[in-house]
């Protein structure tokens, strides 16, 4: 087995214990990989291991890496980080999802980038956990407003909530806050049952936490390059 392999083996081992651990079926969960800043190659590498779900945070990386691997049978390009609503069009033009909309102007702006004949987007709504702005994510407070707002572009499907754990405290609680704010979601979308939560660092306390969707870098794909 090569490492990437390996370390990909490992990772899935470790969801699966920390799903039984929780009285979870590991097959509930999707794994993510995130592959920012590594080459597209690494993506091919992860396809031909099984791999159909991969994460990017940066648009032009993601958009350029998009063209270098081409189509893939099956596989689905998860779009994390935050947006700016000028780069609207070419988020759409190569997500299958995108889990970071914390805001209605980004909402509108991906359903305005939808041509005629495209697929409904699936989005989740970016919560933050912190106080901190910077963070990316929408206030808790503002979240029902996004929701409704969301709800109603009919070239967006809201499949629920998608967060980052803080850095000033344990990620339990905060994974615990963001299960709270699912069903704030669900209040106004109800089949929008998705939470996007973990990493390398907290993967095990969001599955704990109701997690279904875990983006997973640096332990599967090793330390990642210098960014250039
Ligand atoms: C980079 C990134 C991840 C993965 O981080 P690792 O710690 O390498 O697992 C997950 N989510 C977001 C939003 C990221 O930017």
């Known amino acids: 087995m090569t490492d990437l392999a390996e370390r990909l083996a490992a990772v899935d081992a470790q969801i699966a214990d ?3 651990a929780v009285g979870r079926d590991a097959s509930e969960l999707t794994r993510i990989v995130v592959t920012k800043f590594h080459p597209a190659s690494l993506v091919a590498d992860l396809y031909r291991l099984g791999v159909r779900d991969v994460g990017e945070n940066r648009q032009q990386e993601f958009s350029r890496k998009v063209v270098e691997v081409g189509a893939l049978e099956g596989l689905r390009w998860h779009f994390i980080g935050q947006a700016q609503t000028n780069k609207a069009r070419a988020i759409r ?9 914390d805001r209605a102007r980004l909402a509108d702006a991906l359903h305005h980038a939808a041509d005629d004949g495209d697929p409904v987007l ?5 919560v933050n956990l912190t106080d901190d702005p910077g963070r990316g994510g929408v206030a808790p407070a503002e ?3 996004l929701a ?3 709800a109603q572009l009919p ?3 809201v499949r629920g909530v998608m967060a980052v754990a803080p850095l000033d405290e344990p990620p339990a609680p905060a994974f615990e806050r963001l299960r709270r ?18 990493m390398t660092a907290d993967f095990a306390e969001a599955i704990a936490a109701g997690a279904t969707h875990l983006r997973i870098g640096s332990a599967i794909t090793g330390p990642r390059p210098e960014r250039g």
């Open 181 to 198: 704010y699912a069903d704030t979601v669900r209040a106004v979308v109800p089949d929008a049952d998705w939470i996007s939560a973990g």
């Open 148 to 150: 409704t707002h969301a």
């Open 93 to 101: 033009a190569a997500a299958s999802v995108v889990h970071s909309v």
């Open 143 to 145: 979240l029902e407003a």
């Open 122 to 126: 699936d989005v989740l709504l970016q």
């Open 155 to 157: 070239s967006l499907r």
């Open 18 to 20: 920390a799903a039984r």
